[in-house]
């Protein structure tokens, strides 16, 4: 999961995802802000999808 500063839920990143090691968080940001479509998906991923739009954060999370 993503928390802001006062510890509130931002946003949770994929399963498969984990910080990279030894190095620690310095930063992070908002990146860009996507909008998705269901009919932007290949039809057969469609549906699996429970929104027509959504709207995704992409971070920019610095680490050194």
């Known amino acids: 999961m993503i928390h802001d500063g006062q510890g509130r839920a931002l946003g949770r990143m994929a399963k498969i ?5 030894g190095l620690k968080f310095l930063r ?3 990146g860009a802000v996507v ?3 269901k009919a932007d998906n290949k039809e057969e991923f469609r549906a699996h999808l429970r929104r027509d739009i959504w709207e995704a954060v ?3 999370l610095v680490w050194g």
């Open 28 to 30: 992070g940001e908002v």
């Open 58 to 60: 992409a971070p920019e």
């Open 17 to 21: 995802w984990s910080p990279p090691e």
């Open 35 to 37: 909008r998705w479509r």
